[in-house]
């Protein structure tokens, strides 16, 4: 398990999360409005709310962990001191545009009915929710044995769970939107193409309703 600073300097470090942060932060920072408010839900260390605080967007952070919530307090200091970013004990503890939920936060649950219900409390009319998850067609995960044994539950049901001490799971886009309706519209989803068998993670990107 790392501690918050661990976890920070990893992902500082990796290449290839950079450019998905890249991406996500691109897409993020392009539909949200001139001062649009944005709730980072999973906010991990605060990387993300840091860098839609400096553009001008009230920023809101929900992260369960004490370990994460620990360093984003050190990493998000002045941010937080300026009101630039506030921490929330609860993802309905603010109004905003834009929900954003990055590096897999939403693998965690089982079943997303609920939590975009308790969304829509939190979306403005027209406002969006852009999540980043772990892609289930991903071909890289074709070498281990878990990814083998569920590609039959993956295509007749569009889901299934790893085995394992935070039991990650997987979804096919259409489950995730059969789970956010009658609240938010999945309106795209990327990558398209080749890049649906050969990137780790998928893009998602609901509108309120």
């Keep these: ?3 918050g600073e661990q976890y920070h300097a990893v992902m500082l470090a990796s290449r290839r999360d950079s450019r998905v ?14 001062g649009g408010g944005v709730l980072d839900f999973g906010a991990g260390t605060g990387i993300d709310a840091k860098t839609y605080a400096a553009h001008g967007h009230p920023t809101f952070v929900y992260e369960p962990s004490q370990a994460m919530r620990d360093y984003l307090a050190v990493h998000c200091r002045d941010e937080i001191d300026g009101q630039r970013i506030v921490a929330v004990p609860s993802p309905i503890g603010c ?11 939403l693998n965690h649950f089982a079943d997303h009915a609920g939590l975009f219900e308790e ?3 939190v979306v403005q009319p ?5 999540a980043s998850m772990l892609n289930p067609y991903y071909l890289g995960d074709a070498r281990y044995g878990w990814w083998r044994r569920n590609l039959f539950k993956l295509l007749r049901s569009g889901r299934y769970a790893i ?6 799971h997987r979804f096919a886009p259409r489950v995730v939107a059969r789970a956010a309706a009658p609240y938010f519209r999945l309106e795209r989803v990327q990558p398209r193409g080749l890049g649906r068998f050969t990137d780790l993670y998928m893009f998602l990107l609901f509108r309120r309703t």
């Design 1 to 3: 398990m790392h501690t």
């Design 21 to 34: 942060r890249d991406r996500f932060q691109r897409i993020a920072l392009n539909l949200l409005g001139d």
């Design 95 to 105: 109004k905003v545009q834009m929900v954003t939920a990055n590096f897999a936060v």
């Design 119 to 121: 969304l829509s409390c």
């Design 126 to 130: 027209g406002g969006f929710v852009l």
């Design 163 to 168: 085995p394992s001490e935070s039991r990650i």
